[in-house]
C-alpha cells in the first residue's frame, strides 16, 4: 500500500519544475535597460558558461574513471545511479546559475521604477535556483525506488524487502557520491575562482589605488562578478543539493528497518516542504516602499515554516498512524533549528549586534586588531553552533534514536526551496548592483541596488549556516548506515588505531581548508601582477582606455580547473586508505574525526569572513570609504574571502563524500580482517 505513495514526490518534483520553467520564462521576459546595461551583463554570462563548460569538461574523466570502478564492484545499476546524482547535481548547478547571471540586468532596470519590483525580479530569479535543486533531489531519489520495486514487487515477504533494502543501500550511496563529487568540484573550483578574482580586485583596486568597488576601470572587476555566480550560484546549489540529498538517502536507509512506511515518510516530508517554500515565496513583497526589504524575505519565510509544520502534521499523522508523534517532534525540531541557525549565524555577523561592532572598533588601530578581533568572534560563533546542533541530535535520538536525527536533517533542509532562493538573491543583487556602478545609472536606482546588495550580504550569511549546519546533520544520520554496513556495534576510543582513525579524521579537514587557501592566494597573486601591469597604462585609471578584462578572467578560470584534483583525490582516497590499512573500527573513528573537527572549522570560517565582510560595510555605510579605518576593514575583508566563499563551504561536501566512500567500502572490507594495528 504505501508504495503507492512514491507517485507523490514524482508528481510533485515535475509540477516544481514546470513551475520553475514559467517563473523563469517570466523573469527573462523582463526589460533589460540600456545597451551598455546589456553588454555589461553579457560578459558576466560569458565568463560564467565558459567556466562551467570547462569545470564540466575536466570533471568528466573523474566521473568516467569512477563509473567504471562502480561497475566493476557493484554493477551497472551502481554505475548508473552514480552517473544519475552527478548529472542531477550539475544539472542544479547549470540551471540555477543561467537564470540567475541573466536575471542580473533585470533586477537593475527594475530598480529604475522600484525598490520592491526589483526585489520581487532578484528572488524570483534566485527561485529558480531552490525549484532546481528541489525537484531533481525528489526525482533521483523517487526514481532508484521506483526501480527496485519494479524490480522486488513482492515486499510483504520479507526476504524480498531485504533484499530491496540491502540493494538500496548500494544504490542510494551511488546515486549520493555522484552528487557529492560534482558538489565537491563545482564548491572547490568555484570558490577558488570568485576569491582569487575578488581578492586581486580589492587589493590593487581598494587598496593601492583608492578606486571604489566595481569600479570599471579595474581588470578584475568581471571576473570578480563572474566569480560570484560559479561559486555562490552554481557551487552553493551543488552543495546544498547534495546535503538535500544524502539527507534523505540517510532518513531512508536508516528508516528501512521500520518497514516501507520509514523509506516513504522522510520523501513525502520533502515534498510537503517543497510545497511549503512555494507558498512562502507568495508572501516576499513589500508592503510599502519604506519598509526594509529584509521584513519581506523573513515574512515568506515565516510563511513557509508554518505551512511546512503543519504540513508535516497532517502527513506524519496519516502516514505513521499512532507512532506519528515522536517522528513529527524530530521533525519540528529540524525546522525550528533553521531559525536558529540563522538566528545564530545573525548574531554573529549582522552590524547591528555587538560582535561586529567589535570588529569596527578595532579597525581604529589598524588591520592587525581587525583580524585578530574577527578570529576571536568567529572562534566563538563555533560554540554557540556546536552547542545548538548538539542539543538536536540528542533531542532527535531522544525521541526517535539514529531515525530521529535523520528526521532532524529532513526538516532542517524541508525548506531548502525557499532557503535557495534567498541565497541566490545574494549574488544576482550583487551584479545588479555592479551594472548600475559600471553603467552609471540614475543615482536612486544605485542607492536601492545598494540596499539589496547589503541585504543579498545577510542572506548570503544566513545560508552558509544553514549549509553548514544541515552539512553535520546528515554526516552524523549517515555514520548509523556505515556502522550497519560494516557490521561494527560501537567504535571503541581505547583502542589505538581507533584513536589514530580519529586524529587523522580531525587533520583532514584542516590540510582541506589549507590546500584551497593556498590555491586562492596562489591565483590572487597572479591577478594582482596582471592587474599592476595593466595599471602601468595611465589611461586605463584615468578612464579614456578600457583595461583587458578577458586576461583576468582567464587567469581565474585556469587556476581554479588546475587545482580541483588533488582536495578531490584526498576526499575520495583518503578514507580507502584508513579503512584498508587500520580496519573499519579506525575508519568510524576517521569519521567522527573529521565530522568533529569539520563542522567546527566550516563554522569558523565562514562567520569569520562574514563578520569581517559586514564591519567593512557598516564603515561603507558611513560615508568613510578610503580612509585608513577602512582599509583596515579591507584587509580583515579581503583574508576572510576565502574563509567564507572558498574553505569553509568546501568542507561541507568533504564530510559528505568520506561518509558516501565509507559506506560503499564498509561491505567490501567487512570480514576481511584488514587492517595493520
Given at each position: 500500500?504505501?508504495?503507492?505513495?512514491?507517485?507523490?514526490?514524482?508528481?510533485?518534483?515535475?509540477?516544481?519544475?514546470?513551475?520553475?520553467?514559467?517563473?523563469?520564462?517570466?523573469?527573462?521576459?523582463?526589460?533589460?535597460?540600456?545597451?551598455?546595461?546589456?553588454?555589461?551583463?553579457?560578459?558576466?554570462?560569458?565568463?560564467?558558461?565558459?567556466?562551467?563548460?570547462?569545470?564540466?569538461?575536466?570533471?568528466?574523466?573523474?566521473?568516467?574513471?569512477?563509473?567504471?570502478?562502480?561497475?566493476?564492484?557493484?554493477?551497472?545499476?551502481?554505475?548508473?545511479?552514480?552517473?544519475?546524482?552527478?548529472?542531477?547535481?550539475?544539472?542544479?548547478?547549470?540551471?540555477?546559475?543561467?537564470?540567475?547571471?541573466?536575471?542580473?540586468?533585470?533586477?537593475?532596470?527594475?530598480?529604475?521604477?522600484?525598490?520592491?519590483?526589483?526585489?520581487?525580479?532578484?528572488?524570483?530569479?534566485?527561485?529558480?535556483?531552490?525549484?532546481?535543486?528541489?525537484?531533481?533531489?525528489?526525482?533521483?531519489?523517487?526514481?532508484?525506488?521506483?526501480?527496485?520495486?519494479?524490480?522486488?514487487?513482492?515486499?510483504?515477504?520479507?526476504?524480498?524487502?531485504?533484499?530491496?533494502?540491502?540493494?538500496?543501500?548500494?544504490?542510494?550511496?551511488?546515486?549520493?557520491?555522484?552528487?557529492?563529487?560534482?558538489?565537491?568540484?563545482?564548491?572547490?573550483?568555484?570558490?577558488?575562482?570568485?576569491?582569487?578574482?575578488?581578492?586581486?580586485?580589492?587589493?590593487?583596486?581598494?587598496?593601492?589605488?583608492?578606486?571604489?568597488?566595481?569600479?570599471?576601470?579595474?581588470?578584475?572587476?568581471?571576473?570578480?562578478?563572474?566569480?560570484?555566480?560559479?561559486?555562490?550560484?552554481?557551487?552553493?546549489?551543488?552543495?546544498?543539493?547534495?546535503?538535500?540529498?544524502?539527507?534523505?538517502?540517510?532518513?531512508?536507509?536508516?528508516?528501512?528497518?521500520?518497514?516501507?512506511?520509514?523509506?516513504?515518510?522522510?520523501?513525502?516530508?520533502?515534498?510537503?516542504?517543497?510545497?511549503?517554500?512555494?507558498?512562502?515565496?507568495?508572501?516576499?513583497?513589500?508592503k510599502s516602499e519604506k519598509e526594509h526589504p529584509i521584513n519581506a524575505l523573513f515574512r515568506g519565510f515565516y510563511?513557509?515554516?508554518?505551512?511546512?509544520?503543519?504540513?508535516?502534521?497532517?502527513?506524519?499523522?496519516?502516514?505513521?498512524?499512532?507512532?506519528?508523534?515522536?517522528?513529527?517532534?524530530?521533525?519540528?525540531?529540524?525546522?525550528?533549528?533553521?531559525?536558529?541557525?540563522?538566528?545564530?549565524?545573525?548574531?554573529?555577523?549582522?552590524?547591528?549586534?555587538?560582535?561586529?561592532?567589535?570588529?569596527?572598533?578595532?579597525?581604529?588601530?589598524?588591520?592587525?586588531?581587525?583580524?585578530?578581533?574577527?578570529?576571536?568572534?568567529?572562534?566563538?560563533?563555533?560554540?554557540?553552533?556546536?552547542?545548538?546542533?548538539?542539543?538536536?541530535?540528542?533531542?532527535?535520538?531522544?525521541?526517535?534514536?539514529?531515525?530521529?536525527?535523520?528526521?532532524?536533517?529532513?526538516?532542517?533542509?524541508?525548506?531548502?526551496?525557499?532557503?535557495?532562493?534567498?541565497?541566490?538573491?545574494?549574488?544576482?543583487?550583487?551584479?545588479?548592483?555592479?551594472?548600475?556602478?559600471?553603467?552609471?545609472?540614475?543615482?536612486?536606482?544605485?542607492?536601492?541596488?545598494?540596499?539589496?546588495?547589503?541585504?543579498?550580504?545577510?542572506?548570503?550569511?544566513?545560508?552558509?549556516?544553514?549549509?553548514?549546519?544541515?552539512?553535520?546533520?546528515?554526516?552524523?544520520?549517515?555514520?548509523?548506515?556505515?556502522?550497519?554496513?560494516?557490521?561494527?556495534?560501537?567504535?571503541?576510543?581505547?583502542?589505538?588505531?581507533?584513536?589514530?582513525?580519529?586524529?587523522?579524521?580531525?587533520?583532514?579537514?584542516?590540510?582541506?581548508?589549507?590546500?584551497?587557501?593556498?590555491?586562492?592566494?596562489?591565483?590572487?597573486?597572479?591577478?594582482?601582477?596582471?592587474?599592476?601591469?595593466?595599471?602601468?597604462?595611465?589611461?586605463?585609471?584615468?578612464?579614456?582606455?578600457?583595461?583587458?578584462?578577458?586576461?583576468c578572467i582567464d587567469i581565474s578560470t585556469k587556476a581554479a580547473i588546475s587545482e580541483l584534483l588533488t582536495p578531490?583525490?584526498?576526499?575520495?582516497?583518503?578514507?580507502?586508505?584508513?579503512?584498508?590499512?587500520?580496519?573499519?573500527?579506525?575508519l568510524g573513528g576517521f569519521i567522527i574525526g573529521a565530522i568533529s573537527a569539520g563542522f567546527l572549522l566550516a563554522?569558523?570560517?565562514?562567520?569569520?569572513?562574514?563578520?569581517?565582510?559586514?564591519?567593512?560595510?557598516?564603515?561603507?555605510?558611513?560615508?568613510?570609504?578610503?580612509?585608513?579605518?577602512?582599509?583596515?576593514?579591507?584587509?580583515?575583508?579581503?583574508?576572510?574571502?576565502?574563509?567564507?566563499?572558498?574553505?569553509?563551504?568546501?568542507?561541507?561536501?568533504?564530510?559528505?563524500?568520506?561518509?558516501?566512500?565509507?559506506?560503499?567500502?564498509?561491505?567490501?572490507?567487512?570480514?576481511?580482517?584488514?587492517?595493520?594495528?
Amino acid at each position: 500500500m504505501f508504495e503507492q505513495y512514491i507517485f507523490v514526490p514524482v508528481i510533485i518534483s515535475i509540477l516544481l519544475l514546470l513551475h520553475g520553467f514559467f517563473t523563469a520564462r517570466k523573469v527573462l521576459s523582463y526589460p533589460s535597460g540600456t545597451q551598455k546595461m546589456i553588454e555589461i551583463s553579457n560578459l558576466f554570462a560569458a565568463g560564467s558558461d565558459a567556466y562551467l563548460k570547462r569545470q564540466f569538461k575536466s570533471i568528466s574523466l573523474a566521473v568516467g574513471l569512477i563509473f567504471i570502478l562502480l561497475i566493476l564492484a557493484f554493477g551497472l545499476d551502481s554505475a548508473l545511479a552514480f552517473l544519475l546524482g552527478a548529472a542531477f547535481s550539475g544539472l542544479v548547478g547549470y540551471f540555477g546559475m543561467y537564470v540567475a547571471v541573466r536575471s542580473n540586468v533585470k533586477a537593475a532596470k527594475a530598480a529604475e521604477d522600484s525598490l520592491g519590483k526589483s526585489l520581487k525580479v532578484a528572488f524570483d530569479g534566485g527561485l529558480i535556483n531552490g525549484v532546481a535543486l528541489v525537484s531533481f533531489g525528489l526525482l533521483g531519489i523517487s526514481l532508484i525506488f521506483l526501480y527496485l520495486i519494479t524490480l522486488y514487487p513482492n515486499l510483504a515477504e520479507k526476504e524480498v524487502f531485504n533484499i530491496l533494502t540491502s540493494k538500496l543501500v548500494i544504490l542510494l550511496s551511488s546515486f549520493g557520491l555522484g552528487a557529492n563529487l560534482l558538489a565537491l568540484f563545482m564548491r572547490v573550483g568555484g570558490g577558488i575562482y570568485t576569491k582569487a578574482a575578488d581578492v586581486g580586485a580589492d587589493l590593487v583596486g581598494k587598496i593601492e589605488s583608492n578606486i571604489p568597488e566595481n569600479d570599471p576601470r579595474n581588470p578584475a572587476v568581471i571576473a570578480d562578478n563572474v566569480g560570484d555566480n560559479v561559486g555562490d550560484c552554481a557551487g552553493m546549489a551543488s552543495d546544498v543539493f547534495e546535503s538535500y540529498v544524502v539527507s534523505v538517502i540517510a532518513a531512508i536507509l536508516i528508516g528501512a528497518s521500520l518497514g516501507i512506511v520509514g523509506i516513504i515518510f522522510p520523501l513525502l516530508l520533502y515534498s510537503v516542504g517543497a510545497i511549503a517554500s512555494i507558498l512562502g515565496t507568495l508572501f516576499v513583497k513589500l508592503k510599502s516602499e519604506k519598509e526594509h526589504p529584509i521584513n519581506a524575505l523573513f515574512r515568506g519565510f515565516y510563511v513557509s515554516a508554518i505551512f511546512g509544520a503543519l504540513l508535516g502534521l497532517v502527513v506524519s499523522y496519516f502516514v505513521l498512524g499512532q507512532s506519528w508523534f515522536n517522528s513529527f517532534l524530530s521533525f519540528l525540531i529540524g525546522l525550528i533549528s533553521v531559525g536558529l541557525i540563522a538566528f545564530i549565524t545573525d548574531y554573529f555577523t549582522n552590524e547591528n549586534y555587538p560582535p561586529v561592532k567589535e570588529i569596527y572598533n578595532s579597525s581604529h588601530t589598524g588591520a592587525a586588531t581587525n583580524i585578530i578581533t574577527g578570529i576571536g568572534i568567529g572562534l566563538k560563533s563555533s560554540v554557540a553552533m556546536a552547542v545548538l546542533i548538539s542539543v538536536a541530535i540528542y533531542l532527535g535520538f531522544l525521541l526517535n534514536g539514529f531515525y530521529g536525527i535523520a528526521l532532524v536533517g529532513i526538516g532542517i533542509l524541508s525548506l531548502t526551496g525557499f532557503l535557495m532562493a534567498m541565497d541566490t538573491f545574494g549574488p544576482i543583487s550583487d551584479n545588479a548592483g555592479g551594472i548600475s556602478e559600471m553603467a552609471n545609472m540614475p543615482k536612486l536606482a544605485q542607492e536601492r541596488l545598494a540596499k539589496l546588495d547589503a541585504l543579498g550580504n545577510t542572506t548570503k550569511a544566513l545560508t552558509k549556516g544553514f549549509a553548514v549546519g544541515s552539512a553535520a546533520i546528515a554526516a552524523i544520520s549517515l555514520f548509523s548506515t556505515f556502522t550497519t554496513q560494516a557490521s561494527i556495534t560501537g567504535v571503541n576510543v581505547s583502542l589505538p588505531n581507533v584513536f589514530i582513525g580519529l586524529i587523522l579524521g580531525a587533520a583532514l579537514p584542516f590540510l582541506f581548508a589549507a590546500l584551497t587557501m593556498l590555491s586562492v592566494g596562489k591565483a590572487a597573486s597572479e591577478i594582482v601582477r596582471e592587474v599592476r601591469e595593466q595599471f602601468k597604462d595611465g589611461l586605463i585609471l584615468k578612464g579614456k582606455k578600457n583595461p583587458d578584462y578577458t586576461r583576468c578572467i582567464d587567469i581565474s578560470t585556469k587556476a581554479a580547473i588546475s587545482e580541483l584534483l588533488t582536495p578531490a583525490l584526498l576526499a575520495l582516497l583518503t578514507p580507502i586508505a584508513i579503512g584498508a590499512l587500520l580496519g573499519l573500527e579506525a575508519l568510524g573513528g576517521f569519521i567522527i574525526g573529521a565530522i568533529s573537527a569539520g563542522f567546527l572549522l566550516a563554522v569558523f570560517m565562514t562567520t569569520t569572513g562574514a563578520a569581517w565582510d559586514n564591519a567593512k560595510k557598516f564603515i561603507e555605510s558611513q560615508n568613510k570609504k578610503g580612509t585608513d579605518l577602512h582599509k583596515a576593514a579591507v584587509v580583515g575583508d579581503t583574508v576572510g574571502d576565502p574563509f567564507k566563499d572558498t574553505s569553509g563551504p568546501a568542507i561541507n561536501p568533504l564530510l559528505k563524500v568520506i561518509n558516501i566512500v565509507s559506506i560503499l567500502i564498509a561491505g567490501i572490507l567487512a570480514g576481511k580482517g584488514l587492517g595493520l594495528i
